[in-house]
């Protein structure tokens, strides 16, 4: 990557631009103040069941394994799936991320944009809850594209980098996962960045894939300024 030709950074959105645990934990309180109704037990209770299942055992079926432990019926699962779904996201961004994007953007003279995946609704309701899109020059849900083009599809890191107005090359990738962010951006000509977001769902993935492993890798965002400084990349003002 040659920090000369660099004109625009891209950022994946959960895990990157903001920690996704806190979408999780919103969303979890909601079924679990909804199943407190119902009677079965205590909201606070059932939101950390949820989280464990979650953290400790793995995103798959976490609906599933709380009916087998509290006793409602499974036949609940895809209503509760949908009220996590639909939920109004309790989450924001760190102002230390608020403050670098000002940054790149307003004193780097950097084009900003977002390519991010999953239900198009759900990650409309996180955006405008982070309040992220004033900071930015570009959004892309991938689902506006259509399913077939979740990443590691190239199409929604080509379609970002078109609205932007420069060449994949000339862009670098944040992401947090390497076999969708890694690998998608890699695949469209992008250069790479890796966050190993401490205590992140995809922190310790590992990949045999050649393809998927980043240029660089950092373990927050806010170093990203510190490794365009030390490949040559200045202020502009």
Same mark, same amino acid.
Request: net charge negative; charged share 30%.
């Given at each position: 990557?040659?920090?000369?030709?660099?004109?625009a950074?891209?950022?994946?959105?959960?895990?990157?631009?903001?920690e996704e645990?806190?979408?999780?934990?919103?969303?979890?309180?909601?079924?679990?103040?909804?199943?407190?109704?119902?009677?079965?037990?205590?909201?606070?209770?059932?939101?950390?069941?949820?989280?464990n299942?979650?953290?400790?055992?793995?995103?798959?079926?976490?609906?599933?394994?709380?009916?087998?432990?509290?006793?409602?019926?499974?036949?609940?699962?895809?209503?509760?799936?949908?009220?996590?779904?639909?939920? &109004?996201?309790?989450?924001?961004? #760190?102002?230390? *991320?608020?403050? +670098? $994007?000002?940054? /790149?953007?307003?004193?780097?003279? @950097?084009?900003?944009?977002?390519v991010t995946?999953?239900?198009?609704?759900? &990650?409309?309701?996180?955006?405008d #809850?982070?309040? *992220?899109?004033? +900071? $930015?020059?570009? /959004?892309?849900?991938?689902d506006e @594209?259509?399913?077939?083009?979740?990443?590691?599809?190239?199409?929604?890191?080509?379609?970002?980098?078109?609205?932007?107005?420069?060449?994949?090359?000339?862009?670098v990738?944040?992401?947090?996962?390497?076999?969708?962010?890694?690998?998608?951006?890699?695949?469209?000509?992008?250069?790479?960045?890796?966050?190993?977001r401490?205590?992140?769902?995809f922190?310790?993935m590992e990949?045999?894939?050649?393809?998927?492993?980043?240029?660089?890798?950092?373990?927050?965002?806010t170093?990203?300024?510190?490794?365009?400084?030390?490949?040559?990349?200045s202020?502009?003002?």
């Amino acid at each position: 990557m040659k920090a000369a030709r660099i004109k625009a950074v891209i950022f994946d959105l959960d895990d990157t631009l903001y920690e996704e645990r806190q979408y999780f934990r919103s969303g979890f309180a909601v079924v679990a103040q909804t199943l407190e109704q119902r009677g079965f037990g205590s909201g606070g209770r059932i939101a950390l069941l949820l989280d464990n299942f979650h953290h400790a055992e793995g995103r798959q079926e976490v609906f599933q394994k709380l009916a087998v432990r509290l006793g409602f019926p499974e036949n609940w699962v895809p209503e509760l799936v949908e009220l996590f779904r639909s939920h &109004q996201p309790a989450i924001e961004l #760190a102002a230390e *991320v608020r403050e +670098l $994007l000002v940054r /790149l953007r307003d004193v780097y003279q @950097l084009r900003l944009g977002c390519v991010t995946d999953g239900w198009l609704a759900v &990650q409309r309701r996180k955006v405008d #809850a982070l309040n *992220v899109e004033p +900071l $930015l020059d570009v /959004l892309v849900i991938a689902d506006e @594209l259509g399913r077939n083009f979740w990443k590691p599809h190239p199409h929604p890191f080509h379609t970002c980098c078109t609205r932007l107005g420069v060449e994949p090359e000339e862009a670098v990738f944040v992401g947090d996962n390497p076999e969708r962010d890694i690998l998608g951006a890699r695949r469209a000509g992008l250069a790479t960045v890796r966050l190993r977001r401490p205590g992140a769902y995809f922190e310790a993935m590992e990949t045999v894939n050649a393809e998927a492993r980043p240029d660089f890798e950092i373990s927050r965002l806010t170093e990203l300024e510190r490794l365009f400084g030390r490949l040559g990349l200045s202020a502009s003002v």
